[in-house]
């Protein structure tokens, strides 16, 4: 039997959306740049917030999630309290990022685009932040962190303890 | 019309200016390979991503090959659709398609009638290279009322997300995920139950592999012709007969109700009625119905809910339920033909051959998805018990058929038993888009004027535009017709009732591109809209060379009311036969 489908958001949240909805004249051709202004307030896009974009756009929510679920720029979990986003980039790989992307997923029990139970720490990979000098680079939060070798990763880990 | 010269695999042709490859080759009788590609002729209906790449064909003086589907031709161009480099691609292109495709072809509900297995046939597919280090998915598999949902077998051709979305409007599923993990769903890959989803079936009736497919209850059935404390009743819709010989290789369009009818009495069950008869049940209810709100509307009632929108079609039920639940009281309040049959079934026939309503089984046969989601409506059941128990589709009758070992092409003719077997002309046209609008104007023209009609055919009616409309004259009074198949066309209607801008009296919608004949529930029509034409044309002879070809001239109906029933609309006839409709909207609540 299919039940109605209610979804719950807080009234300041649902105004945030259609405001943003509203300055792309809610048109559904806008909604990668709709999603992208939605996860830059929000953090991450859940589902009740993917579920009030479509309504106010008038598209369908799997439309919607495809896009979310697409483009891995967008994320349905929330970051950390303290981001960490390791470079993939041709320099910082050839360099040995994917070793310090195995360290931190290691000392951190994560896979790439998770976050711990606590909300500390989030993990993510990204291409080139353009310090192809300072490779393989590290970035937590707004700190960057320059020629990080494995070993590095737990005393990294340790500045936020 | 601009025309340009090609030549295809050496032999010269004159296409108009536009044309894609594929399309110029077909009409030179050169069969290119598709596999994602498909298209309704007339009934604006086409899937071309150009996403599986099957197609590629080589152009001279091209760098790569051409996808066929979307490459329009250009004048001059010399195009090889077997080259040896093309033959090589074709092969790559499959064994990749292949790579993280399961391997249960045995045992698949798909096997036998997939357009995946037909292609690696075709290509003469013999391994798999590099199948082992694919990744293949591992996505549950989603059971709702009506459909089975097995992501794994996906091969994102999105065949069904262009019926879901561009033919149906209803935006249930999308693509999502990237890569081997790509496939087509609802959102935040959740149950269909969960989804606006109005089992239509339209995406089962497209999907080329068996990643979409039907809830099969044959084995329950059978467990129930079995059980010798049952009394197993069987209802089978219009649309039905005149498909199911194509599942035994029988020209699309034979009528085969005779067949049909003894095959039912071989495979054991005790009464084969016919939903024809509820159809015209249907009739009495909805036209009278209909009269009443017009009467209203004459005297200038604004509360008379005119116009009266059809109600027998359950995906369009769903449809409008979940999308325009404000108008929920504007269509007809009649049951569909499946549950009005059900419930006379275990009220009025039950007392007759007097036996206790939780000892009858009633079993339909439906060209329809939507009517297993429907039959288990808690509305449709009493103290439990369903009205209808099973509905099977047109496949699993065949595929029932042939697990019987009944040799259906030869089998002789019989006739539907009495009473729930008779049926009228008027109800036999309500599988095809039109035919319930024209069976209720019949009626309605002799019982409003009190006169007979000159003339029973209303060929205005009919066709397969997607909305059409018609002005009857109805004794001096013009009564406005429209009509919509398919639920993107729907929408076009109902977007004028909720404006208030409708013109029309009365409207008819099915759900499903060319009514019930064009159902999800169907024999395949893999992209050959002349199947469709073909049974709808099966339906319109079948009407004309009835004895009766007008509901209230069913001489069981007219029973049914004098032994039964009283009047249609009576109380009785309201509680037995009437319905109501619930707001499934998804609604965006603030939390507090």
Redesign the interface.
């Given at each position: 039997?299919?039940?109605?489908?209610?979804?719950?958001?807080?009234?300041q949240d649902?105004k945030k959306i259609h405001e943003i909805c509203d300055s792309f004249n809610n048109e559904p051709l806008e909604l990668i740049n709709i999603l992208h202004k939605t996860q830059e307030h929000f953090g991450y896009l859940p589902?009740e917030i993917?579920?009030?974009v479509?309504?106010k756009l008038n598209?369908?929510?799997?439309?919607?999630?495809?896009v979310v679920?697409?483009y891995s720029f967008f994320t349905m979990t929330p970051k950390g309290k303290h981001p960490i986003s390791i470079c993939m980039g041709t320099a910082c790989y050839v360099r040995g990022a994917e070793r310090i992307l195995d360290e931190f997923k290691k000392e951190l029990g994560l896979q790439v685009g998770q976050t711990t139970p606590d909300g500390k720490f989030s993990l993510s990979s990204l291409r080139c932040v353009g310090a192809c000098g300072l490779a393989p680079v590290v970035i937590v939060g707004n700190k960057t962190y320059g020629r990080v070798a494995p070993d590095d990763v737990k005393a990294i880990l340790k500045e936020y303890e | 019309m601009e025309t340009i010269k090609i030549t295809i695999d050496n032999k010269q042709v004159e296409v108009e200016k536009g044309t894609t490859i594929l399309d110029a080759a077909r009409k030179m009788g050169i069969d290119i390979p598709t596999l994602c590609h498909m298209r309704l002729d007339d009934l604006n209906i086409e899937n071309k991503p150009g996403g599986c790449r099957i197609c590629v064909v080589e152009v001279q003086g091209r760098r790569n090959l051409a996808p066929a589907c979307i490459t329009q031709c250009v004048d001059g161009a010399v195009i090889r659709t077997h080259s040896p480099r093309v033959m090589n691609a074709r092969r790559t292109v499959m064994e990749f398609i292949l790579s993280d495709h399961p391997k249960d072809c045995l045992i698949c509900p798909k096997s036998g009638n997939c357009d995946l297995q037909n292609m690696a046939h075709r290509l003469g597919i013999r391994e798999i290279p590099g199948h082992e280090i694919a990744e293949i998915s591992t996505y549950r598999k989603d059971t709702s009322?009506s459909i089975i949902r097995d992501l794994d077998k996906c091969i994102m051709c999105r065949r069904c997300e262009m019926m879901c979305?561009e033919v149906q409007t209803?935006?249930?599923?999308?693509?999502?995920?990237?890569g081997f993990m790509a496939a087509v769903?609802?959102?935040?890959e959740q149950d269909l139950?969960?989804?606006?989803?109005t089992y239509c079936g339209q995406c089962v009736a497209v999907c080329p592999t068996g990643a979409l497919t039907e809830v099969d209850h044959t084995r329950e059935v059978l467990r129930a012709i079995v059980d010798p404390s049952k009394t197993v009743v069987v209802q089978t819709a219009p649309a039905v007969r005149a498909a199911l010989g194509e599942e035994f290789g029988m020209k699309p369009g034979t009528l085969v109700t005779g067949k049909m009818v003894t095959a039912l009495k071989e495979l054991g069950f005790d009464y084969v009625f016919d939903t024809d008869f509820a159809a015209d049940l249907t009739i009495m209810e909805e036209g009278t119905e209909l009269l009443t709100r017009l009467k209203k509307f004459l005297n200038g009632d604004k509360d008379a809910n005119i116009p009266i929108l059809t109600s027998c079609c359950p995906g369009w039920v769903?449809f409008f339920e979940?999308n325009y639940p404000e108008l929920r009281e504007v269509p007809s309040t009649a049951k569909s033909p499946q549950q009005m049959f059900g419930a006379i079934a275990k009220s009025y026939f039950a007392e007759k051959i007097n036996i206790n309503r939780k000892d009858m089984v009633v079993v339909s046969i439906m060209p329809c998805l939507a009517k297993k989601?429907e039959r288990?409506?808690?509305e449709f059941s009493v103290d439990g018990n369903p009205d209808v128990d099973f509905s099977l589709s047109t496949r699993e009758l065949a595929s029932f058929i042939r697990q019987a070992n009944i040799d259906f092409a030869n089998l002789p003719e019989s006739e539907f038993d009495r009473p729930l077997g008779e049926s009228t002309g008027a109800a036999v046209i309500f599988g095809n888009t039109g035919g319930v609008i024209e069976a209720a104007v019949r009626t309605a023209y002799e019982v409003f004027t009190g006169k007979k009609l000159s003339r029973i055919d209303f060929t205005e009616l009919r066709g397969m535009e997607g909305v059409r409309q018609a002005t009857i004259d109805v004794d001096g009074f013009p009564l406005n017709i429209g009509i919509a198949h398919g639920l993107g066309n729907a929408r076009k209607l109902l977007d004028d009732v909720k404006a208030g801008r409708s013109k029309f009296h009365a409207i008819e919608v099915m759900a499903c591109p060319g009514g019930c004949v064009g159902g999800g529930g169907q024999p395949l029509h893999h992209g050959d809209s002349a199947i469709l034409k073909a049974r709808a044309k099966a339906l319109y002879d079948a009407d004309r060379d009835m004895p009766i070809r007008l509901s209230h001239e069913n001489p069981y109906i007219i029973q049914l009311y004098k032994e039964y029933l009283g009047e249609p609309n009576s109380e009785k006839a309201h509680h037995l036969l009437h319905t109501h409709y619930f707001?499934?909207?998804?609604?965006?609540?603030?939390?507090q």
């Open positions: 039997m299919s039940t109605t489908i209610k979804i719950e958001l807080r009234q649902l589902a993917q579920d009030a479509a309504d598209i369908s929510t799997a439309q919607v999630y495809g679920t697409f | 009322p979305n209803v935006g249930a599923i999308g693509a999502f995920n990237r769903g609802p959102a935040y139950e969960h989804s606006p989803c769903n979940h989601y288990q409506r808690p707001d499934r909207k998804a609604k965006i609540v603030v939390k």
